[in-house]
């Protein structure tokens, strides 16, 4: 599925004006997530690097923003960390599986995205599996890079944004990646932070990403 101007699904698509990514950044402050906003993919490369201290387990959540802005092989390919997505995709899934859980659910940090941000200060997470749900809700110090284009008003649009624009893309990249559909099996809402430090969200100024 492609998305052109004339689509309906084209706000979707399009990179937040500068105002309403200065509207997302202080709700996001004011709920207490450490928010930076950031021009691009590259920069954001470049933060993560200075965030995550080498020699971390760090899990990578699946996610199209990463691998397109290179921060997943940065993670999983450098040798710098300890990827928790190598050790896990090394092991035996039906013998280990307690192992498994454990792994994703307490690494030191977690990376990855996230569906929509509201304008209001929310972000929405969806997930096929939930192995990334655990850490991403409180288990871990967690860093989301968020595409401009995820910004919108308000929870219903955000809700929107998932089922009808970020889904059916990444059910495509399933099908290629695994051969199996995606789907939203589980969704969390993030509302506010109540531990200041633990999450920091790096808004861009353009899109990237589902």
């Known amino acids: ?19 309403q990514v200065a509207r997302a950044a202080a709700a996001l402050s004011a709920h207490g997530f450490a928010v930076e906003v950031l021009r ?18 760090v899990l990578t959540a699946s996610s199209e ?24 995709q090394s092991m035996d899934r039906s013998a280990k599986a307690d192992d498994i859980r454990r792994l994703a659910a307490t690494p030191d940090v977690i990376v990855g995205s996230v569906a929509a ?13 939930g192995s990334q749900l655990p850490a991403y809700s409180g288990g871990a110090p967690a860093i989301w890079i968020i595409g401009a284009q995820k910004i919108v008003p308000d929870m219903s649009t955000a809700l929107r944004r998932l ?25 969390l809402t993030l509302n506010a932070e109540p531990r200041p430090g633990r999450a920091t969200v790096l808004l861009l100024q353009e899109a990237i990403g589902f």
């Open 65 to 88: 923003t990463l691998r397109a802005s290179g921060i997943d092989e940065d993670i999983n390919g450098s040798g710098r960390y300890l990827s928790v997505r190598e050790a896990v």
């Open 1 to 19: 599925m492609t998305t052109n101007e004339t689509s309906p699904l084209a706000e979707f698509a399009r990179a937040a004006s500068q105002e």
């Open 40 to 57: 691009d993919a590259g920069e954001a490369r470049t933060r993560v690097r200075e965030l995550v201290p080498a020699g971390a387990s």
């Open 163 to 187: 089922e009808e624009y970020a889904l059916p893309r990444e059910d495509e990249r399933a099908q290629r990646a695994y051969g199996q559909p995606s789907a939203v099996n589980f969704m």
């Open 117 to 129: 941000v509201t304008e209001t200060g929310s972000l929405i997470v969806a997930s096929a599996s």
